[in-house]
């Protein structure tokens, strides 16, 4: 199939925050790097004080045209900031779900507001995200393995980029296109 179209409707379900910027010098591209991360969404959790919210990606493009044929090449460098996996036991994402109505001696003491409920299953679900595309990875890497261990048959195996939206935006990263 056609890369290029999914990496289309991949960037438009996904990128928040996405920008396509030319850049002329390695210093430039030094400072978008750093603007990136400077946008990213981090909190902290029991396990870690600035924990990513999410994955990011830079993605850069050399486009080089030779001088005597007019050919153009264009050579792509992807660079992931993975948000690490969390166990929701060990980062607390889910207690605060538990606390939602407090009370002594069978009365009432406080009760989460909605808001507060639903920065709680934000970061619940932030969680989640993250750890559902690191498992995607992880399947298109073993996948992509088993078709290198297989030769020639191994176009038969399958390569499960599709199955999220992270997975989606490196195929070209791991299907030879970078």
């Known amino acids: 199939d056609d890369g290029a179209d999914n ?6 379900w996904v990128l928040e925050g996405r920008a396509d910027v030319p850049v002329g010098s390695a210093e430039e591209a ?9 946008c990213k969404r981090k909190a902290a959790t029991a396990m870690n004080e600035r924990s990513s919210r999410a994955h990011a990606l830079f993605i850069l ?7 005597d044929t007019g050919v153009e090449r264009t ?3 992807f660079l992931a ?23 002594i ?4 003491v406080s009760r ?5 409920y639903y920065a709680h299953r934000g970061r619940l679900q932030e969680s989640l995200n993250i750890n559902v595309g690191l498992f995607c990875l992880q399947r298109c890497i073993e996948s992509l393995l088993k078709r290198e261990a297989a030769g020639t048959d191994g176009q038969s195996v399958h390569v ?19």
């Open 7 to 12: 990496h289309f409707h991949a960037h438009r």
């Open 81 to 103: 900031d993975l948000g690490g996996s969390e166990k929701l036991t060990k980062s607390q994402a889910a207690d605060d779900f538990k606390s939602h109505v407090v009370t």
């Open 61 to 67: 493009s050399l486009v080089q045209t030779d001088v």
């Open 30 to 38: 030094l400072r978008l790097i750093a603007q990136g991360d400077g």
């Open 112 to 116: 989460l507001t909605w808001a507060e």
């Open 160 to 178: 499960p980029f599709g199955d999220s939206k992270l997975t989606l935006l490196l195929k070209d990263a791991f299907s030879g296109g970078a």
């Open 105 to 108: 001696g069978g009365e009432e």
């Open 75 to 77: 050579t792509r460098l």
